[in-house]
C-alpha cells in the first residue's frame, strides 16, 4: 500500500469511475470543464497484453484481452474458429467449426437428428445452475435483434454470467440471426468447460512469461504488483479455478475503465493498483457504473462538439468486426450501450435548457 493515500474516510469516492476532480452531490468525482484529452490513458492500472508497456503517443483504445494461451489450444482439429476467434478473412473456417460443435454436442445429448441450438443453449445453462454453477442473475439466455426491416439481420445473446456473442453468417430472416449468434454462444459455452480453460497454476505461469517475453520485462516486474505484469499476474492469481470465459467477463470491466479514462484518474488520485483491483474485481458491471461513465462522455461531448458520434462510429465498425469474426462482444457492446445513454442524457439535457412557450 502506497504511504500517500488518501484516508479510508474517502477512498470510495476515489474508487468512482468518473474521471473528473471535486465532489458531487452523489460523492461521485467529476468536473464540469473535463478536455477532450482526458480520456487517453497512459500505462493502465490492469494492462490488456496489447497495454502493458507506456508508448510515446496517445494510445488507441485498447483492445480486449487475446493472450494467445487464453484461447489456444482448446479447439484441436476444428480450425482457428474453436476458440470463438477466428480470422475474420476465413469465415468459411467459423461455420464449420461451429457446425462441427454443434453436431457433437447434439449427439452425446440428444442423440442423432437436428438440434434446436437456441433450446440447446437454455438447457445448456440450465443443467450448469442446477449442478451447482454459481449464476447469480439465473440461468435465462438473453436474445436482443438489431432493428432492420431487411436482411441481413443481426441477433446478439448475452450468457447469464455476462458474455455476449453475435450471429456472424448472413442471415436472411430474424430467427436464422437468432440461431446463428445460438450456435456461436454454444461452442463457446461447450469449450469453456474443458479442464484446459480454467485458470490454474501453470497457465499464470505461462501467460506471465509471454506477457514478460512480449514487453522485454524482467521477472522481478512479475513480482511486483505496482507494475503493469505484476497487476495482471495478481489478476490471475486472484482468479484461479474460474473458466476463461469468466476471467474474460472480469477484464471486461477494467477494460471500460481503461476505455473510459477512469484507470488513470484514479491513479492521479493517488489509488494504489492493489486498491482499484481489489475493488472492482469484486464489482459488476451495472446500471450505475454505466451512467457514470455515460456523463463523462457528455461532458467531453459539451467540451468539443462530435466527440460521441466520432467515438460511436469507432465502436461499431469494432464491434461488426468482432462479430463477423465469431468474437467474444461484451466489451464493445457495453461501449455502445454506453455511448447510446449519453446520446440520450445529451438530448435529455438539451431538451431541458429549451424555452418553454
Not at 489450444?73 to 475474420?88: D, E, I, K, Q, R
Not at 439481420?153 to 436472411?172: A, T
Not at 503493469?228 to 471486461?252: C, D, H, P, V, Y
Request: with cysteine.
Amino acid at each position: 500500500m502506497e504511504s500517500n493515500v488518501i484516508p479510508d474516510s474517502i477512498r470510495p469516492q476515489r474508487l468512482q469511475p468518473g474521471i473528473g476532480f471535486g465532489s458531487g452531490p452523489t460523492g461521485t468525482l467529476r468536473s464540469s470543464s473535463l478536455r477532450p484529452g482526458v480520456t487517453v490513458p497512459v500505462a493502465p492500472l490492469l494492462p490488456s497484453p496489447a497495454s502493458l508497456s507506456a508508448s510515446s503517443g496517445p494510445p488507441p483504445p485498447p483492445p480486449p484481452l487475446q493472450l494467445h494461451s487464453l484461447y489456444g489450444g482448446v479447439g484441436a482439429g476444428l480450425g482457428p474458429g474453436a476458440g470463438g476467434h477466428c480470422n475474420p478473412g476465413n469465415p468459411a473456417v467459423l461455420k464449420e467449426a461451429v457446425e462441427a460443435v454443434v453436431r457433437s454436442f447434439a449427439k452425446h445429448t440428444q442423440g442423432y437428428g437436428r438440434v434446436n441450438v437456441v433450446e440447446a443453449l437454455q438447457e445448456f445453462w440450465q443443467m450448469k445452475l442446477t449442478r451447482g454453477a454459481d449464476l447469480r442473475n439465473g440461468a435465462l439466455v438473453v436474445y436482443e435483434m438489431v432493428p432492420s426491416n431487411s436482411p441481413p439481420y443481426v441477433c446478439y445473446v448475452s450468457l447469464p454470467g455476462g458474455s455476449c456473442f453475435g450471429s456472424f453468417q448472413f442471415c436472411p430472416t430474424k430467427a436464422e440471426a437468432r440461431r446463428s449468434a445460438a450456435k456461436i454462444a454454444l461452442m463457446n459455452s461447450v469449450f469453456n468447460e474443458h479442464p484446459s480453460r480454467r485458470i490454474t497454476d501453470d497457465f499464470i505461469e505461462k501467460s506471465v512469461n509471454e506477457a514478460l517475453a512480449s514487453f522485454n520485462g524482467n521477472r522481478e516486474e512479475a513480482d511486483n504488483p505496482n507494475t503493469g505484469i505484476g497487476a495482471f499476474r495478481f489478476m490471475l492469481e486472484s482468479n484461479k479455478g474460474k473458466s476463461m470465459l469468466e476471467f474474460q467477463e472480469l477484464m471486461t470491466v477494467f477494460q471500460l475503465l481503461h476505455w473510459n479514462g477512469s484507470l488513470k484518474a484514479m491513479r492521479e488520485r493517488q489509488c494504489s493498483r492493489q486498491e482499484v483491483l481489489a475493488h472492482y474485481s469484486h464489482r459488476a458491471l451495472d446500471d450505475d457504473m454505466r451512467t457514470q461513465m455515460a456523463a463523462d462522455w457528455v461532458n467531453r461531448e459539451q467540451s468539443v462538439a462530435g466527440t460521441i458520434a466520432q467515438e460511436l462510429a469507432s465502436t461499431e465498425r469494432e464491434l461488426e468486426d468482432a462479430r463477423l469474426a465469431g468474437r467474444e462482444l461484451r466489451f464493445y457492446k457495453e461501449k455502445k450501450d454506453i455511448l447510446m445513454l449519453a446520446v440520450g442524457q445529451l438530448s435529455a439535457a438539451n431538451a431541458a435548457t429549451l424555452p418553454s412557450h
